[in-house]
């Protein structure tokens, strides 16, 4: 399949998810109804159209692309296809910085106390990344780096539960470590929003780099790749993407892992042209997981981390059962 038809599908189906996303749910609208108080913004179904449905879209469809496309990159620049964006520590910081803001109560004094929590969590977590991967920035040191601060956070994570004032407290950590659209308002969108388009931009800007790390490391430097800025853009644009997603998303897990594998098949050796096809692809799997999660128990509230690790981790273990079978 040529790349563009292959861009074109995936735009086409990120739209028709993104408009189903806008008209399924609890309320009861009809499509015509909900189209039209969409965009006239009047009455209930106004309300519900403009503050439920279209954030919820919005970010199902920017959540999903920065993990996709986060994915993807990490993938390329370990040429590994079993990396992910969790590998660097920045979900497990994001979530470590949400959780300690529900522990202490500063979500509910400050709307958006939780998600800039993540997001310096997330910071701090690449910040501790970088000082133990040192100025050569090895793969094999990013990713014993990476392991080392995600079972460090991982560790507190476990901590701050335990130590929860009341039950109550301990149930919403663990809600939200389930990962969630739901209740999101465009104060979140607009928060997510800067990270999410300067990550992403970083990360696209590093195509040509990645095309020639496949090659191996002493032919990308021949060819004038500088691999410690290669290194500093893959970890920074994945911070940014991976740590606004978690903030306001919660921990949503194998979106970026699964779909650059699905899709490397069909854009060939080049790091590059998978970069906005995995983009393109997690939103279209995030958009689909979101919708799925309003079918199957819409009145148990279904998590959407708990739906994509359901179909994730039976497809990880393929990947690995067969990557055993090749060696």
């Not at 990360?203 to 990645?210: C, I, N, P, Q, V």
């Not at 699964?258 to 997690?282: D, I, K, Q």
């Amino acid at each position: 399949m040529r790349y563009r038809t292959l861009l074109m599908l995936l735009s086409t189906l990120v739209t028709g998810l993104f408009l189903l996303s806008l008209l399924i749910g609890p309320a009861g609208i009809g499509w015509a109804e909900g189209l039209r108080a969409l965009v006239s913004g009047e009455g209930a179904a106004g309300l519900v159209m403009r503050e439920l449905r279209l954030p919820r879209a919005i970010l199902g469809v920017g959540v999903g692309a920065a993990l996709g496309l986060a994915g993807a990159a990490m993938q390329g620049f370990l040429r590994n296809p079993l990396a992910e964006p969790g590998l660097i520590g920045t979900s497990s910081g994001a979530a470590l910085g949400a959780v300690i803001s529900i522990q202490t109560g500063a979500y509910a004094a400050f709307a958006l106390a939780l998600p800039f929590a993540a997001l310096a969590g997330a910071g701090a977590a690449v910040g501790l990344i970088l000082l133990l991967a040192g100025r050569s920035g090895r793969a094999l040191t990013l990713i014993l780096a990476g392991i080392a601060v995600s079972a460090l956070a991982g560790a507190l994570t476990a901590l701050v539960l335990n130590l929860a004032p009341s039950p109550y407290a301990a149930a919403e950590i663990v809600f939200w470590m389930m990962g969630s659209l739901a209740d999101r308002a465009m104060s979140h969108v607009w928060l997510a929003a800067p990270f999410l388009l300067i990550g992403g931009a970083v990360l696209l800007s590093t195509g040509r780099g990645l095309d020639a790390l496949s090659l191996g490391e002493d032919a990308a430097a021949s060819l004038g790749v500088s691999l410690r800025a290669l290194r500093l853009r893959v970890i920074f644009g994945s911070a940014l993407l991976v740590g606004a997603a978690t903030a306001v998303a919660g921990a949503v897990g194998f979106v970026g892992l699964v779909v650059p594998h699905l899709l490397r098949a069909r854009v060939g050796a080049r790091p590059s042209a998978l970069l906005g096809a995995s983009a393109l692809g997690g939103a279209a799997m995030l958009l689909c997981a979101d919708i799925a999660t309003r079918l199957i128990a819409p009145e148990r509230d279904l998590k959407l981390g708990v739906l994509t690790a359901l179909v994730g981790a039976p497809f990880f273990l393929q990947m690995i059962r067969r990557l055993g079978r090749e060696e």
